[in-house]
């Protein structure tokens, strides 16, 4: 699987927009983009992925750009829940299941 | 939909002794679960991945007579920390596969083990 380049952290005022980018810059054709975050001394949680379209649910927003090397999670009104690592994997979708976790991009929501 | 338990939330244990870990998917049924670790400020780690009936596949480095896993059923893995050590305190996490649904993974909410 392809390898992610994330910020180390990034702070955000609480009911703003939060942007974490992250670069996949070696990613295949079969790779889809998945971001997770994970609240401190919890689970990690799905949030997101997609292959080369834009995708929105009801927690965030993923920009995948048209070469495919970038990507960037949008959570639209951070709130101070929303604090956390936030983790962009690229993996092929199939039943190895494989995630890869890097170091991910410590979020902090500033009130 | 897809929720993953784990029980206990958090375990304090003397050192020598072993800690069972359990993990259930309580909504759906899951062939395959993981076992993850993970050291403070640090990512994830897989450690091993168990299919339903199956012995399960350790990682490298990772000693399968001291992290014994048991996947008895479709719904039900566990993981016994066997003669813990304060080195083997850390945050235990599972996750439970499914195939048919893009094979994702849906994560535990963890299990904080701390031996002294």
């Known amino acids: 699987d392809a390898k992610t380049t994330q910020p180390t952290s990034m702070d955000c005022a609480e009911g703003r927009a939060a942007n974490l980018p992250c670069n996949h810059s070696?990613?295949?054709?079969?790779?889809?983009v998945y971001w997770y975050r994970q609240i401190h001394s919890q689970g990690p949680q799905y949030i997101i992925h997609?292959?080369?379209?834009?995708e929105t649910n009801e927690m965030a927003s993923l920009i995948i750009t048209e070469d495919r090397k970038s990507s960037t999670l949008i959570l639209p009104h951070a709130t101070l829940r929303d604090t956390a690592v936030y983790y962009c994997?690229?993996?092929?979708?199939?039943?190895?299941?494989?995630?890869?976790w890097g170091a991910g991009t410590k979020l902090i929501i500033k009130p | 939909g897809a929720v993953v338990s784990q029980h206990p939330s958090w375990v304090i244990c003397k050192s020598g002794t072993s800690v069972k870990i359990e993990c259930r998917s309580l909504?759906?049924?899951?062939?395959?679960m993981f076992w993850y670790r993970q050291f403070p400020k640090q990512s994830l780690m897989l450690m091993a991945t168990?299919?339903?009936?199956?012995?399960?596949?350790?990682e490298q480095g990772v000693e399968k007579d001291k992290f014994l896993i048991n996947h008895a059923s479709l719904t039900l893995s566990t993981l016994t920390v066997t003669s813990a050590h304060p080195e083997d305190s850390s945050f235990y996490i599972c996750?439970?596969?499914?195939?048919?649904?893009?094979?994702?993974?849906?994560f535990g909410p963890g299990t904080r083990l701390t031996v002294t």
């Open positions: 168990s299919n339903e009936g199956s012995k399960a596949t350790y």
């Open positions: 994997i690229v993996r092929v979708v199939d039943s190895n299941y494989q995630l890869i």
């Open positions: 997609g292959l080369k379209n834009n």
């Open positions: 909504d759906f049924q899951a062939t395959t």
């Open positions: 070696t990613i295949s054709g079969n790779e889809y």
């Open positions: 996750s439970a596969g499914v195939g048919g649904q893009g094979y994702e993974q849906y």
